[in-house]
């Protein structure tokens, strides 16, 4: 009974968590007043799938029907909705298959979240949103493949953005006062950088990547995550806003994609190349320990046997 209890409560939870970040999205729609360049609730299904597993896909479809019914109608939620169930349960079973490590902390993951899990599955959803909203009659032939690339870079961001900081989020971080306070200190830093520079005419927003990288090198996913986060959402605040490009939806798309693709990636593949060099690091030094008392061990196993007093080592 608690089982069933704990499952339906998760699946629940999935749900709500969905329609919520839905609604956030939304907000920030450049398309039709749906279709968003920064789609959350996709990277928050895979990371969902990841940690609790395949029972909990009703949640996403749920959640996912109850943020588009009132949108389109039924008959293109019920597609919708499909696709945006189908997407991350790809991306899971694909990245599974492919030996994917929640950690992130080898390379190979961090490519294989990059390319199969966000640009790879989410073309699922991308296609059937598309065609969807266009056999409806919600959009015309030539919005197509506008529609699309938005949807796809969008789903393709909540995964690259959000998904990190779901399945990498320290559940129980402990630091010294000092490494404390220059977490947060980056953390500020980054929001107030990113307000500047999605918001300045200067359009200065390669200053977001020296604190992008210094939370990567000295935090990996712990601290880059959030501040990848912080950038994104920035950036498209500032676009739906309109103050992000001036000329016109396509050259804001391009730009704004292009920066935030280059800020999660920057994120990501850092920090797991961080993570490599430190466990390479650790594994030397444990293995010059064992060498040490290794040696430790002869030298006095020897001393025993000049002695006349062999003992057998420990």
Same mark, same amino acid.
């Given at each position: 009974?608690?089982?069933? #209890?704990?499952?339906?409560?998760?699946?629940?939870?999935?749900? @709500?968590a969905?329609?919520?970040?839905?609604?956030?999205?939304?907000?920030?729609?450049? +398309?039709?007043?749906?279709?968003?360049?920064?789609?959350? /609730?996709?990277?928050?299904?895979?990371?969902?799938?990841?940690? *609790?597993? !395949?029972?909990?896909?009703?949640?996403?479809?749920l959640?996912?029907?109850?943020?588009?019914?009132?949108?389109?109608?039924? &008959? /293109?939620?019920? $597609?919708?909705?499909?696709?945006?169930?189908?997407?991350?349960?790809?991306?899971?079973?694909?990245?599974?298959?492919?030996?994917?490590?929640?950690?992130?902390?080898?390379?190979?993951d961090?490519?294989?979240?990059?390319?199969?899990?966000? #640009?790879?599955?989410?073309?699922?959803?991308?296609?059937? &949103?598309? *065609?969807?909203?266009?056999?409806?009659?919600?959009?015309?032939?030539?919005?197509?493949?506008?529609? *699309?690339?938005?949807?796809?870079?969008g789903?393709?961001?909540?995964? $690259?953005v959000?998904?990190?900081?779901?399945?990498? *989020? /320290?559940?129980?971080?402990?630091?010294?006062? +000092?490494?404390?306070?220059?977490a947060?200190a980056?953390?500020?830093?980054?929001? !107030?950088?990113? @307000?500047?520079?999605?918001?300045?005419?200067?359009?200065?927003?390669? @200053?977001?990547?020296?604190?992008?990288?210094?939370?990567?090198?000295?935090?990996?996913?712990?601290?880059?995550?959030?501040?990848?986060?912080?950038?994104?959402?920035?950036?498209?605040?500032?676009?739906?806003?309109?103050?992000f490009?001036?000329?016109?939806?396509?050259?804001?798309?391009?730009?704004l994609?292009?920066?935030?693709?280059?800020?999660?990636?920057?994120?990501?593949?850092?920090?797991?190349?961080?993570?490599?060099?430190?466990?390479?690091?650790?594994?030397?030094?444990?293995?010059?320990?064992? @060498?040490?008392?290794?040696?430790?061990?002869?030298?006095?196993?020897?001393?025993?046997?000049?002695?006349?007093?062999?003992? /057998?080592?420990?």
């Amino acid at each position: 009974m608690n089982a069933a #209890f704990r499952s339906v409560a998760t699946i629940a939870a999935v749900a @709500l968590a969905y329609f919520a970040t839905a609604q956030v999205g939304l907000v920030l729609a450049l +398309v039709g007043g749906q279709v968003t360049p920064l789609w959350l /609730p996709t990277g928050i299904s895979v990371a969902a799938l990841f940690l *609790f597993g !395949g029972r909990i896909a009703p949640g996403i479809a749920l959640g996912a029907l109850a943020a588009n019914v009132t949108l389109n109608g039924l &008959g /293109p939620a019920i $597609l919708i909705t499909a696709g945006n169930t189908a997407a991350p349960l790809a991306a899971w079973y694909l990245l599974t298959r492919c030996g994917f490590r929640t950690e992130l902390d080898r390379l190979r993951d961090a490519v294989l979240l990059v390319f199969v899990g966000a #640009f790879g599955a989410m073309l699922v959803s991308a296609l059937v &949103g598309a *065609f969807a909203l266009r056999i409806f009659g919600v959009i015309r032939w030539h919005e197509v493949a506008a529609v *699309f690339s938005v949807w796809w870079t969008g789903d393709a961001m909540g995964v $690259l953005v959000f998904t990190p900081l779901l399945l990498t *989020f /320290p559940r129980t971080w402990r630091a010294p006062g +000092v490494r404390a306070l220059e977490a947060a200190a980056i953390l500020v830093a980054t929001a !107030g950088l990113s @307000l500047f520079v999605t918001t300045s005419q200067a359009r200065f927003l390669f @200053l977001v990547f020296p604190m992008l990288i210094w939370a990567a090198l000295r935090f990996q996913h712990a601290v880059a995550a959030p501040c990848a986060v912080i950038i994104s959402v920035a950036a498209v605040l500032s676009a739906a806003s309109g103050s992000f490009a001036e000329s016109g939806l396509l050259t804001t798309m391009i730009v704004l994609q292009a920066f935030n693709g280059s800020v999660a990636l920057t994120g990501l593949i850092l920090s797991a190349i961080t993570s490599e060099r430190n466990q390479a690091r650790q594994a030397i030094e444990r293995a010059c320990e064992q @060498l040490a008392e290794t040696v430790t061990r002869y030298q006095e196993e020897g001393v025993r046997k000049r002695l006349g007093r062999v003992v /057998p080592p420990a």
